[in-house]
């Protein structure tokens, strides 16, 4: 659950950005189930399936997206970033941007 919501988090915040139509989404997840959930809804995974379909809604905004599946064990780090991400308590977002 806490790594579909932190996609549903990333594929929102670039939906409402300027750079929705300049760039691509490349998502990496270590659950199957979202993997293949996620282009096709063809999943029965309950609630999580109502999640996947607003996830694909905001998909439909953004131009050029791919999700790949990796394996869990190459993926610890960033299970532990999504964890912390969706049981904070209020919202955080950081853009580092480079001017010159």
Not at 18 to 31: A, I, P, T
Not at 91 to 97: E, H, K, S
Request: proline residues 2%; aromatic residues 4%.
């Amino acid at each position: 659950m806490a790594k579909l919501l932190a996609a549903k988090e990333v594929v929102t915040v670039l939906a409402v950005s300027r750079w929705v139509s300049s760039h691509s989404l490349f998502l990496e997840c270590d659950n199957c189930n979202v993997v293949n959930g996620l282009p096709t809804l063809k999943t029965s995974l309950g609630r999580l399936r109502k999640i996947l379909m607003q996830i694909c809604v905001i998909l439909s905004k953004i131009n050029k997206w791919v999700i790949e599946h990796i394996p869990h064990l190459a993926n610890v780090e960033a299970n532990s970033l999504a964890k912390q991400g969706v049981l904070r308590t209020s919202d955080f977002l950081w853009v580092n941007l480079v001017v010159a």
